[in-house]
C-alpha cells in the first residue's frame, strides 16, 4: 500500500555540529545547563558519493571502504556552508533501521534555499529516483540534475573521475619523524572529531594525512572505561562540548610543537578566533601541564595568566581551589629585586651574593635541581665513608664550573620567587631568579644539561616566575641529549685527597716542587692565609698556606665551641675570599708541614696574594722569609703599611733611623744573603761581585742593551716541546673561530712561517689585530684571532723558555739613527752562542754582562762602548766598581778619538745634548 502524504510537516530550528557526508548532517539545539540534544538527519530524494573510511580494528573482519569520486567534495560543499551555522530542518519519515530523512533550509542571500538543491545544482549528489514516491520536490530536483548534467557540473563532468578521489593517510608509520620534519610549522586542517576537551582526531590538507593531536601545555578532564561504558570525570561532557561547538570541523592552523610518551601529537591548534586552549584555561575546563609547557612554542604566559584568572574566580575545575599560603622572609632587606656581586658558588643550584651593602645572602635558583645520583649508585655509595657530591655526583662538577667561569666576580641580578621557612633543622631558604646581562642563569644550566626542572604539584604556586622557559630548556637538552640526559655512562672525578694526610702529601710533593707554577683552583678559604685548593693537573685535593706571612685567626668552631677571631682576622678572611675564592690561580708549592699541609706562594692576576695581604696590612712579614726570592716585596709592603698605618699597624711606631753611612743600592745580586733588622736596623751587602756564566742563545734583540734569551741546557727540551705541540696540533687542527683570545691568557699562535708556538696575549684591539709575545723565543707579532687555538693540556704549566734581560751598566742613545746603529752591531755580535752572567735586578727586571764564549771572554757591552754607539750608565754598587771602572775607561778612549755618538766631542755636559743622541736618565 503507497504511503500516504504527508499534509504538514513540523519544522525546527538548530546548529549544525557536522557533516557526515554529502547527504547526511548531525543537528544539535541550544545549549541549556549542559551539552544540547543532538539529531542525525539524511536529506531526502539525493544520495552522496561515500566517503572513504578506515576498517574497525574492533571488529574482525572490517575491510576499508574505497572513496567514490567527488565524495570529498560534496562533503565539504556542506562543511563549508553549515557548520557552526543555524538551520531550519523539517523530518519527513523515519526507516525501520532508525535512519530519519528530511529537509534543510539554510539562508542565503536573504532567501531560504534548500540545501538539497544546492547540491543537486552543483552536480555534486545524485537523485535517488527509485523507490520513492513522485512529488513535487523530486520533479525540482531531477530538472536541477538534468541541467548540471548538460552543464558538465561536478560528477557529471568529463574529466577522469579518479581525478576526484582523494588519497588518506590512516596512520603515518613514522610518527616521531613527521614532527620533527613539520615542527614549528602551521599546517593546514581541519578537526575531525573531538576526543576530550583537548585532544582531537584532524585531517592534515591537502596530504589528507590523519593525525591524533593534544593540545600543548594544557590537559582537560578526559573519559574513563570502566567495562563497557565510558565514566567522564567532572566537566569532560562541558570541556567536550566547548571544545566542539568551536571547532568540530572547522578549519584550523596546527602549530606542530611536539609528540607524548604515548605518540599523540602535542600541537597549538589556533582558530580565526584565537588559540582554543586559553579559552579553556580562562573558563577553568583545563589546567597547565608542566611536562608540556615546555614545548610550547608561543605565548606561554598567557596560558598561565588564563590559568591563574580561573583559579582566582574558582572555576570548574578550580572549584576547590585554595592558593598556598605565602612564606614570608626574613631577609634583610624588604625588596624582591636586588643586584649584587657573586662571591660563591654552592655546589650546583646556590649562590652567594655581596650586596652593594655589603650584606652577603645565600640564595638557591627557583625550580631548578641539581644532578642527582642514580639508585644503583646511591645503593652502592651507602658503603662508603665519606662522600664528596661535588666530585662524586655526575655532572655535578660540570655544573658547578660552569656557574662559576660565568659568574664569580660578576655582578648579578636577582627577583626572588618564593622563600621556604626554616624547617626540620633546615634555614630559611630564598629562591630566586638569577640572571646576568639579561640572561637567565637557572635557563642557562638546564639548557646545557647540568640541571633539571624541578616538577611542581598542580596547586604549588611557589615556582620560578619564568617556570615555562625552564621546562623549554631542559626539553631542549633532552632533545640533545646533554649532560644529565644523556645515555652515555658519565665520567667520575676521582679526585686524591692529601689534606691532613702527611704520607700521601709526601709523596705529591716532590711531583709539586719539580713542577713549579701550577694552576690551582681555590674551593675553600678557611683564614686569611689558609685555603682549600684543587689542582686539576694532577687531580688532587690539598690545604694550602701562604709562605713568609703570619695572618690573624678568623672565628671558627673546634668541638662545638665557638673560637673568636684575632683582630682584623675576619677582614683577613674577607679579603682573600674576595680575591680568589672559586677562582684560578698559580702556586708554587715550596714544602710541607707535619700535618701534610703545603706551604708556598699564591699568584692571581700576577701578584702574589701574600704580598698584596702585608701591604693592607693584614698580616705580618716572618723572619724566615728574608731566604725567599719574593723577601724584598714582602719587606717592602710592609713597610708601606705601617707607614700607612693600615690595619694592624693602626698603633705602630715608627722608631728613629740610625744613621747609614752607605747609600741604599737600587738593585740587589740574586741568590746573594742580605742581613736586614726592621725598624731601624742596619743593613751590611757584599761587596765582591760574583761570576757565574751560564750559555745562552740570544733569540730576539729588541735594542742594544734589551734582548730574549734561551738557556742551552735546555735546548732539547725546547725541540721536544715544539715538535710535541705541531704534533698535537696536527692531529686535532684548531677549528677558526672556535677560541676567543683574552688579554693575559696563554694560547697557541701561529708564526709567519705557517708553525704553532705558545703565546702570551698582551692585548685585543679586534678579531683581526691580536698582539701576542712568544713566549719561549721573545718575539711579538700582531695576528688575526683566526690564526689563534686554545693549548692542547699539559703547554700552560711548562715555563716559558725565553727569558728577558737588559745589559748592564748600558745607556742606549736616544737617537733614533744611533739607536739602531747600536742595535744592528750588538746583532751581529750575538748570533752565535753567549756567555751571560747575572749582575743586578731593578724592579722585577734582570741586567746582566754578556760576553763571547771564548778564551778571552770579550764582554760584548764593553765593545758597544768601543765603538762609541752608548754610554756608561753609572750605579753606586760597590760590586760592580770593578766592571764600571773598565767600562768607563772604553768609553773615555772612543770619546777622545770621538768615534759615533763622541764626533762632536763630549756632549754629556750639554743641556740640549738631545740632539746630538744622548739623554740623562
Known sequence: MAQQPVQTLQTHRGIVKQIFSGDCLIIRGQPRGGPPPERTLALSYINAPKLARRANPNFEGSTETKEEPYAWEAREFLRKMLVGKEVTFSPEHKTSGGREYGSVWTNKGGEKVNIADLLVSEG???????????????SRLIQLENDAKAQNKGKWSKTAPQNAVRKVTWNIENLRQFVEKNHGKQLDAVVEHVRDGCTLRVIILPSFQIVTAAMTGIKCPTFKREGDQEVPEPFAEQSKFFTESRLLQRDVKLQI??????????????????????????????????????????????LRA??????????????????????????????????????????????????????????????????????????????????RPLYDIPYMFEAR???????????????????????????????????REGINIGEALISKGLARCLRHGRNDDQRSSHY??????????????????????STLHRVADVSGDPAKAKQFLPFLQRAGRTTGLVEFVASG????????????????????????????????????????????????KEQIMQREVDVEVETCDKGGNFIGWLFHGGKNLAVSLVEEGYCKVLPQAERSSYARQLFAAEESAKISRKRIWEDYVEPKDEEDDEEKDEGEPENQESKRIINGGTKSTPVERKVDYKKVVITEVVSCNHFWAQNVEQGPAL???????????????????????????????????????????????????????????????????????????????????????HLACIQPPSDDEWAQEAKSYFTKEVLKEVLLNFEYRVQGQEYVTVVHCTDEKEDIGEQLLKEGLVSVQKRKDKRLQSLLTSYIGTEEKARKSHLNLWQYGDFTGDEDSKEFGYQKY
Open 124 to 138: 555534486l549528489v545524485e537523485v535517488r529516483q527509485t523507490n520513492v514516491r513522485p512529488s513535487e520536490d523530486l
Open 257 to 302: 610543537e611536539g609528540i607524548s610518551s604515548q605518540n599523540i601529537v602535542l600541537a597549538t591548534v589556533i582558530h580565526p578566533a584565537g588559540n582554543i586552549a586559553e579559552l579553556l584555561l580562562k573558563e577553568g575546563f583545563g589546567w597547565c601541564v608542566d611536562w608540556s609547557m615546555g614545548m610550547v612554542l608561543k605565548d606561554k604566559d598567557k
Open 306 to 387: 588564563a590559568e591563574k584568572l580561573a583559579k582566582e574566580n574558582k572555576l570548574r575545575h578550580w572549584k576547590d581551589y585554595e592558593p598556598s599560603p605565602a612564606a614570608v622572609a626574613t631577609l634583610s632587606f624588604t625588596t624582591k629585586n636586588f643586584s649584587g656581586k657573586v662571591m660563591e658558588i654552592v655546589n650546583a643550584d646556590a649562590l652567594v651574593v655581596k650586596t652593594d651593602k655589603n650584606v652577603f645572602h645565600k640564595i638557591h635558583f627557583s625550580s631548578l635541581r641539581p644532578p642527582r645520583k642514580s639508585e644503583e649508585s646511591v645503593e652502592s655509595g651507602a658503603r662508603q665513608e665519606k662522600t
Open 401 to 435: 664550573e660552569f656557574l662559576r667561569k660565568k659568574l664569580v666576580g660578576k655582578r648579578v641580578t636577582v627577583a626572588v620567587d618564593y622563600v621556604k621557612p626554616a624547617q626540620d633543622h633546615f634555614p630559611e631558604r630564598i629562591y630566586c631568579t638569577v640572571t
Open 468 to 489: 615555562d622557559d625552564l621546562l623549554t630548556a631542559e626539553n631542549r637538552a633532552e632533545k640533545n641529549k646533554k649532560g644529565v640526559h644523556s645515555k652515555k655512562e
Open 529 to 576: 692565609s689558609r685555603m682549600r685548593m684543587y689542582l686539576p693537573k694532577d687531580t688532587c685535593l690539598m690545604t694550602f698556606i701562604l709562605a713568609g706571612i703570619s695572618c690573624p685567626r678568623a672565628a671558627s668552631t673546634s668541638d662545638k665551641q665557638k673560637i673568636p677571631s684575632e683582630p682584623y682576622g675576619q677582614e683577613a678572611l674577607m679579603y682573600t
Open 719 to 805: 725541540d721536544t716541546l715544539m715538535q710535541q705541540l705541531q704534533s698535537d696540533l696536527q692531529a686535532t687542527p684548531p677549528l677558526p673561530g672556535s677560541y676567543n683570545p683574552h688579554k693575559g691568557q696563554l694560547c697557541a699562535a701561529q708564526f709567519s712561517d705557517g708553525q704553532w708556538y705558545r703565546a702570551h696575549v698582551e692585548k685585543v684591539v679586534s678579531s683581526k689585530e691580536i698582539h701576542v709575545l712568544y713566549i719561549d723565543f721573545g718575539n711579538r707579532e700582531i695576528v688575526p684571532s683566526s690564526r689563534t687555538a686554545t693549548l692542547p693540556p699539559g703547554y700552560n704549566s711548562q715555563p716559558p723558555q725565553a727569558k728577558e734581560y
